[in-house]
């Protein structure tokens, strides 16, 4: 039987990644943060070395301003990508968007009755649209097993687990890397960190090797 805790804590790591991944935080949301920064669910060596670097962001007090910029520089918001978020691009053979990868990753959504916010207008293979399945499914599986039923949150746990086998892990890993090296601020550095981070524990948790 799965641990709800450790569940829910996956969760919460995936949505926060998820959400800063897609998008620079306002400076409210970057408050909110620092507030919680010790709170931070999961622990590993990259986790504690991105903690490290959101720790550097907040006392340098790097700007939501600096962290926009950079993210747009990076992931390509507005211009082109230093490092593209983009599954296919780094999978397909052409290295275009809305290739093969992100029809797979459309339909794996399906799996839990989802479908990318920006359908046919976003490529649904962003990672940060990936990680936040992931922490859905883990959020299913909580709900399945506090209803009692714990072949229902199996199930859900292995649509996440072959999720992250088949659609993170062959990518994420050396786009992550190549963020970390290429980023300017402490902040996105960090988050690349927490992301390399948040995939070995879940792998770690629900074999998903």
Same mark, same amino acid.
Request: net charge negative.
């Given at each position: ?16 990644? +998820? ?15 620092? %507030? ?13 070395? +991105?903690?490290? %670097? ?93 209803? +009692?039923?714990?072949? %229902? ?57």
């Amino acid at each position: 039987m799965q641990d709800i805790e450790r569940l829910d804590d996956m969760a919460a790591a995936f949505s926060v990644l +998820g959400r800063f991944h897609r998008a620079a935080p306002d400076e409210y949301t970057l408050l909110t943060l620092w %507030e919680l920064l010790d709170e931070w669910p999961l622990d590993s060596k990259d986790a504690r070395l +991105g903690l490290a %670097e959101l720790t550097a962001s907040r006392r340098e007090t790097e700007s939501s301003d600096a962290i926009r910029r950079d993210h747009d520089r990076l992931y390509g918001d507005t211009a082109a990508a230093v490092v593209p978020p983009y599954e296919s691009v780094h999978r397909g053979l052409d290295g275009l968007v809305f290739d093969e990868q992100t029809l797979e990753v459309r339909a794996a959504y399906r799996g839990l009755s989802l479908q990318a916010p920006r359908l046919n207008r976003e490529p649904d293979d962003h990672i940060g649209l990936e990680f936040d399945f992931v922490a859905r499914s883990c959020l299913r599986a909580i709900d399945a097993l506090d209803a +009692g039923d714990e072949a %229902e949150a199996e199930r859900l746990i292995g649509i996440g687990a072959a999720f992250v086998r088949d659609h993170l892990l062959p990518w994420a890993p050396e786009m992550l890397a190549t963020a970390i090296g290429r980023a300017h601020t402490h902040f996105m550095r960090g988050v690349g960190l927490l992301s390399l981070g948040a995939l070995a524990s879940y792998v770690e948790l629900v074999d998903a090797s």
